[in-house]
């Protein structure tokens, strides 16, 4: 396979400052897209009884999960249609319209009447939203992460490819700072009637922003190369199932990689929350605090370990975290679920999602690095939004009904099993960022 991307382009238009502004604004809607993803999950402990009314927070918690699984659903769909969009006109006008869909899902919530006023029809509503947004945020993340790994400097691509997921923790902050401001300024029961909606109004609006700001973006230019001499060669095949086809082992270490990640990462980075409230009994308030703090160190460690990824390889750090991952999670999530001191539960998540970075902060790279640029996007998009589908979505619905059934700790050794199993994936695969047909055009 012949890869067209060259890092040495973007310096023959501009400097690593031009990088750096491609960068950012192809960062920005992707912090905002998970800003509105996340508010859902951050906001469910006060939205799940207007959807879903019980006198049970569990079976509230496990309707609403069950909505969260629901949209992962989506993501395939959206990895698959975004992606070949991406593929055959463009990677940012794949961009703006992701955001656009993720702006109408989140209106959709924001003014969704509760079950009392319209009955069945707001879970339906509510159901539709999320799929909605699962549609976008499929294609959101395989598109973002081929425009960065596109735009960024020959030998830093871990580097700034780490910051898809900076902005997808910095959208998990967003989600949380607003909810603890929402928690000081509004009573607990303002918040549960009508506060949350705040939060998808932001969403909707800030969407709409970057909807405008991202119409302005420099496309990619190894996506004009490729596009100009797929054009002049007259060839086909461009963002295509059949052309992905020829990619059956890129196809499934792309699921392999993602399979563990996705687990580990939606165990510690969302579920904690509802664990920490309703198996720990840490007061709301203080959950989220600690879910902030953890979450915002997170963030900055992924371009730490980004850049280190640049100096001694991918998988060094992919097997950092399948070996991690495989031999702690289960000793965490127990120590977490027995605790009361939120400073106890705060280290304990970091703990977790310092493992976890190890897959975070180069997954993006590592899977664009496995393909050529006219089948990149949906490459990486289409087998990563399945397994996030499959693995990732379902696994609060799985801690839940496990809870529910009285068999909390199998989930935990689940969640040590599926990293398990990725770490075989990372024990065997080569070395990506040396070989490379990305690095091969410096």
């Known amino acids: 396979m012949t890869t067209r991307l ?9 400097s690593e400052k031009r990088v750096i502004g491609n960068v950012l604004r192809g960062s920005i809607g992707n912090l905002v897209e998970w800003y509105d993803w996340y508010a859902y999950a951050a906001f469910t402990t006060y939205f799940a009884k207007s959807f879903f009314p019980t006198t049970d927070t569990t079976a509230a918690f496990l309707g609403t999960a069950a909505v969260f699984a629901v949209g992962f659903l989506m993501r395939p769909l959206g990895g698959w249609m975004l992606g070949r969009f991406a593929d055959r ?5 794949a961009l703006v319209l992701s955001v656009t869909l993720m702006a109408g899902g989140s209106l959709l919530i924001a003014v969704t009447p509760s079950y009392h006023t319209i009955g069945i029809a707001a879970p339906i509503l509510l159901l539709t939203a999320r799929l909605i947004q699962g549609l976008s945020v499929g294609g959101e993340y395989s598109t973002s992460a081929t425009y960065l790994s596109e735009v960024a400097t ?3 691509r871990g580097f700034y490819s780490s910051f898809q997921y900076v902005t997808l923790y910095g959208g998990q902050l967003l989600a949380l700072g607003l909810q603890l401001i929402l928690q000081a300024l509004l009573t607990e029961q303002q918040l549960t009637s009508w506060g949350w909606r705040i939060a998808f109004g932001v969403g909707t609006v800030a969407a709409l922003t970057v909807m405008w700001l991202r119409r302005g973006m420099d496309e990619s230019e190894s996506y004009q190369r490729e596009a100009e001499e797929n054009k002049s060669e007259n060839k086909g095949g461009r963002g295509t199932l ?4 020829k990619y059956p082992k890129e196809i499934a270490l792309v699921v392999g990689l993602t399979l563990g990640g996705t687990v580990g990462f939606y165990t510690f980075a969302t579920y904690s929350q509802k664990f920490l409230e309703n198996t720990a009994h840490i007061p709301r308030r203080q959950v989220t605090i600690v879910l902030f703090c953890a979450i915002l160190i997170a963030a900055f460690l992924q ?4 850049r280190l990824s640049d100096r001694i390889g991918r998988r060094p750090l992919l097997l950092f975290f399948g070996i991690g991952g495989t031999l702690l999670t289960v000793p965490l999530m127990t120590v977490m ?3 009361r001191n939120p400073v106890g539960a705060f280290f304990l998540v970091l703990a977790g999602l310092v493992i976890v970075a190890g897959y975070t902060s180069i997954n993006a790279i590592v899977k664009a690095e496995l393909f050529p640029t006219k089948i990149r996007a949906l490459g990486v998009g289409l087998p990563y939004a399945l397994t996030v589908a499959i693995f990732g979505g379902t696994a609060e619905l ?4 496990l809870k529910s059934a009285g068999h909390e700790t199998v989930f935990f050794w689940y969640v040590a099993g599926c990293v398990l199993v990725s770490l075989i994936v990372y024990g065997t695969m080569r070395e990506t960022s040396k070989t490379s047909e990305l690095e091969q055009q410096r």
């Open 303 to 306: 371009p730490v370990f980004g």
């Open 398 to 401: 799985i801690a839940q009904a």
């Open 154 to 156: 020959p030998g830093k």
């Open 89 to 93: 006109f463009g990677r940012r006008s």
């Open 242 to 245: 059949r052309a992905l086809a």
């Open 337 to 339: 679920g027995s605790t």
């Open 6 to 14: 060259s890092g040495a382009a973007t310096y023959q238009h501009g």
